[in-house]
């Protein structure tokens, strides 16, 4: 499986993982996160707006269900930043046409994905976000195939990211 599990100690390593991270994202990639509130969902967005360029501050969309970003720096010709966070969604029948943000040509990032669980499509990434303590998190990625992982994978350690191995190989 293309999975990386990355030790993220502070707030300002988490956003820092976001900006590192938009360089592999494309048009059309869905993000689809979870973790519990305050894990760091909208800090890790922070940092895509940064790479970006987005001059807006983002936070949490909460109430709204998304917000739109205009990216002023191009990274791999991502037009878009959408911001979803569908917390207060009961489940994806309440809102059947967020799915269609997901086709645009920009990066869409979901906060509580798995409520609207039947309208992300098959290609994706999951990013899934657990508290290590007070300000540390473990933050797992998963991505999809067209994703180089091992790139990712250099990437991170050349940043000084710590990369967490469950088994031996
Ligand atoms: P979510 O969107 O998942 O509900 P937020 O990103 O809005 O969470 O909030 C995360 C909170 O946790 C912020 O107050 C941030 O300062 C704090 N924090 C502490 N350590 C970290 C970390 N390593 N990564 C992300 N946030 C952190
Ligand atoms: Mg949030």
């Known amino acids: 499986m293309s999975e990386v ?5 502070n707030q300002e390593s988490m956003i820092n993982l976001g900006t590192v991270l938009t360089n592999f994202m494309y048009p059309n990639l869905v993000i689809a996160m ?4 305050g894990a760091g ?10 790479a970006l ?3 807006r501050v983002i936070n949490s969309p909460t109430f709204t269900i998304m917000k739109i970003y205009e990216p002023t720096i191009n990274v791999n010709n991502i037009e878009k930043l959408y911001h979803l966070d569908v917390y207060r969604l009961s489940d994806s029948s309440d809102d059947d046409a967020l799915s269609e943000y997901f086709s645009l040509d ?5 906060e509580w994905a798995d ?12 990013i899934t976000i657990a508290n290590d303590g007070v300000d540390s998190r473990i933050l797992t990625l998963e991505c999809d195939a067209k994703t180089d992982i091992n790139k990712i994978k250099e990437t991170l350690r050349s940043n000084n990211y710590e990369i967490i191995n469950w088994f031996f190989n």
């Open 5 to 9: 599990l990355i030790k993220v100690v």
């Open 34 to 37: 979870t973790g519990d509130l």
């Open 41 to 50: 969902k909208t800090t890790f967005t922070k940092g895509i707006g940064i």
């Open 53 to 55: 360029g987005i001059k």
């Open 106 to 110: 920009g990066v869409s990032i979901v």
């Open 115 to 126: 409520i609207i669980n039947d309208l992300l499509p098959d290609t994706l990434w999951h």
